[in-house]
């Protein structure tokens, strides 16, 4: 219980907090106690579809914050918490409605509050767009973490290793992901496909800049370190895990609008989720529980795979939010059982050997 309220208990007071500022906003705007009702558990159901897409975020941001320094793992865990909740579940869609409608910033406030159904046909018709863009950022995480040669601890064994055999090939998943963009463009009409593509290269562009800009920090880290200086700043890993958060927020965003499409009740609900997943995040390095759970990592990159795939697909198909977030749980909760069953098998076994599942 003392480790719960330690890591979570700020979450369930931003919980209270945030159901309470439901509550009052239901019973001010309609005065009807059902529709209060009706409101919160909206707010509810929101936080958990949103916790449950965004587990893997949180293995996949405490593999990167564990090599960051304290400062920098501080000022992703209070300002990129900001940007993740104020910044994408509230103003990413207001962004979106006032480009797409060509509104400015207070219209598109009074347009959300007043005509919620519009706001959520203007949110919905720039979803080919998105799901190009988060699409291909998210599937080039999963796969850069694949197609790693020096990478030695293998959970589906067969399948892992031949995708780090074709490392070799200088620039083979940025191929792979070229050809899955051109294939879903030929399923849409011409000018869904000419948006899908050019936010799918944006997408790519943007993952090949942030590795860009990360790679010149780490280079330039390794120089002060060698001429005595402090050690890494964790800038790169920064800016990396904040487009990283920016790109599994899409999903949820718009998936929000099947439940909903009132923002205020979208945004508390995200939030919530939101926030937990930094609860997480800080419980996962704290704890070390990557380092324990030999498999837990490959599990989350392996949704975020399946999530980058669901979303450039989502272009052309409907699929529904909970299957994504159902396969995700299932890919994490396997590589989970996995890990405990190496561990009770290996207790004394080095992270750094090879092994194959199973074996």
């Known amino acids: 219980m003392t480790t719960f309220r330690k890591y979570y208990g700020f979450s369930l007071i931003f919980t209270l907090f945030c159901l309470a500022l439901g509550a009052w906003y239901g019973w001010s705007s309609t005065g009807s106690l059902r529709a209060t009702l009706g409101m919160l558990w909206i707010i509810a159901v929101l936080s958990v579809l949103e916790i449950s897409l965004s587990f893997d975020?949180?293995?996949?941001?405490?593999?990167?914050?564990?090599?960051?320094?304290?400062?920098?793992?501080?000022?992703?865990?209070?300002?990129?918490?900001?940007?993740?909740?104020?910044?994408?579940?509230?103003?990413?869609?207001?962004?979106?409605?006032?480009?797409?409608?060509?509104?400015?910033?207070?219209?598109?406030?009074?347009?959300?509050?007043?005509?919620?159904?519009?706001?959520?046909?203007?949110?919905?018709?720039?979803?080919?767009?998105?799901?190009?863009?988060?699409?291909?950022?998210?599937?080039?995480?999963?796969?850069?973490?694949?197609?790693?040669?020096?990478?030695?601890?293998?959970?589906?064994?067969?399948?892992?290793?031949?995708?780090?055999?074709?490392?070799?090939?200088?620039?083979?998943?940025?191929?792979?992901?070229?050809?899955?963009?051109?294939?879903?463009?030929?399923?849409?009409a011409d000018a869904d496909a000419l948006t899908f593509l050019v936010a799918g290269i944006l997408g790519l562009v943007t993952f090949i800049a942030v590795e860009g800009v990360s790679t010149i920090l780490e280079l330039q880290e390794e120089k002060h370190a060698l001429a005595g200086a402090a050690a890494r700043s964790g800038l790169g890993g920064f800016i990396y895990l904040n487009i990283l958060d920016a790109s599994f927020s899409f999903d949820g965003v718009i998936g929000a609008f099947a439940l909903s499409n009132n923002m205020i009740v979208i945004a508390l609900g995200l939030s919530i989720g939101a926030m937990f997943v930094r609860s997480m995040t800080i419980h996962l390095v704290e704890k070390g529980t990557l380092a324990e759970y030999r498999y837990l990592e490959h599990g989350a990159f392996w949704a975020i795979i399946v999530l980058g795939a669901i979303m450039l697909l989502s272009a052309r198909f409907h699929i529904p939010e909970t299957i994504t977030g159902l396969i995700g749980a299932i890919l994490i909760g396997l590589s989970l059982w996995w890990s405990v069953r190496y561990k009770r098998r290996h207790p004394e076994a080095d992270d750094d050997r090879h092994v194959v599942p199973g074996g």
């Open 57 to 188: 975020n949180a293995v996949v941001n405490a593999s990167v914050l564990k090599d960051m320094d304290k400062v920098w793992q501080r000022r992703f865990l209070t300002w990129g918490i900001a940007f993740a909740v104020f910044g994408m579940r509230v103003v990413f869609p207001l962004a979106i409605v006032a480009i797409a409608a060509g509104l400015g910033p207070m219209e598109t406030i009074r347009l959300s509050l007043n005509d919620p159904a519009e706001y959520e046909r203007i949110v919905s018709s720039a979803h080919v767009g998105i799901a190009g863009f988060g699409g291909a950022f998210l599937a080039m995480v999963g796969l850069k973490f694949f197609f790693d040669a020096d990478k030695d601890v293998h959970w589906i064994g067969k399948l892992e290793r031949f995708l780090g055999r074709f490392a070799a090939l200088p620039a083979a998943e940025i191929a792979l992901l070229l050809l899955a963009l051109w294939g879903i463009s030929t399923l849409l």
